[in-house]
């Protein structure tokens, strides 16, 4: 069973920067995509950025481009998602997420919140 612990998160001021970090245990097979979502408060969760690990390929929400960058530290075991520039609109609890041969799995989730 693949486990996932995310932290980094905390309070920001607007312009600032945060790391995210997820760490994974479990993972038994070598090709699988990882992901962060979040989820703001009375919102639906949705998706921020992926990686997949089969040429480190990555893709991003519109609203988080150039400003968000997934990346992976396999030798830690790690997902890692560095935030700048960041705004009031991306205060939410940030998820991290795989899926692969094994199955879809969460994280418990870290709060981000930006306000000055």
């Known amino acids: 069973q693949v486990q996932l612990v995310e932290s980094g998160g905390g309070l920001v001021q607007p312009g600032g920067s945060l790391r995210l970090s997820c760490g994974a245990s479990g993972i038994i097979f070598n090709n699988y995509a990882m992901s962060w979502y979040r989820q703001a408060p009375g919102k639906e969760r949705e998706w921020v950025a992926r990686?997949?690990?089969?040429?480190?390929?990555?893709n991003y929400a519109d609203s988080v481009k150039g400003r968000f960058t997934i990346s992976l530290d396999n030798a830690k075991n790690t997902m890692l998602l560095q935030m700048n520039s960041l705004k009031p609109e991306d205060t939410a609890v940030y998820f991290c997420n795989y899926q692969g041969r094994q199955g879809f799995y969460w994280g418990q989730g870290t709060q981000v919140t930006v306000s000055s």
């Open positions: 990686i997949f690990t089969s040429g480190l390929i990555t």
